[in-house]
């Protein structure tokens, strides 16, 4: 079992920036495919940005694109998320998530990377509050 815990969140003025983590344990072998979420209250779950392993493709959805950059480790145990510009409507609890990479997957990471019904691993989320 993969345990994921998220830090980094906090309270933010709109413009400013935060550095999300998320430590991963129990990687005993293999790779994973990781991915960060966020649900804000009123709204549906939705993908923040992904990362393949081995490349190292990044995925981010278009509200996120060019703000945030999602990154790990060399160990592949951390997962990181830069914030940058964040606006009022990037509030939301943030979660990481992770799934063990396999063949198939990787050959259709592109039809799933952002449906949190792919992801095996979640942390507790980190709480990200953006005032104007």
């Known amino acids: 079992q993969v345990h994921l815990v998220e830090s980094g969140g906090g309270s933010v003025q709109a413009g400013g920036s935060l550095r999300l983590a998320c430590a991963a344990s129990e990687f005993t072998s293999g790779n994973y495919f990781w991915a960060w979420f966020r649900h804000a209250p009123g709204k549906e779950r939705e993908a923040v940005a992904a990362?393949?392993?081995?490349?190292?493709?990044?995925y981010y959805a278009d509200s996120m694109k060019g703000r945030f950059t999602i990154s790990q480790d060399n160990a592949k145990t951390t997962l990181y998320l830069q914030m940058n510009s964040l606006k009022p409507e990037d509030t939301a609890m943030y979660y990481c998530?992770?799934?063990?990479?396999?063949?198939?997957?990787?050959?259709?990471?592109?039809?799933?990377?952002?449906?949190?019904?792919?992801?095996?691993?979640w942390g507790q989320g980190t709480q990200v509050t953006v005032s104007s």
């Open positions: 990362i393949r392993p081995f490349g190292g493709t990044t």
């Open positions: 998530a992770a799934v063990e990479s396999t063949l198939v997957r990787a050959r259709t990471y592109a039809i799933w990377w952002n449906n949190e019904n792919s992801y095996e691993h």
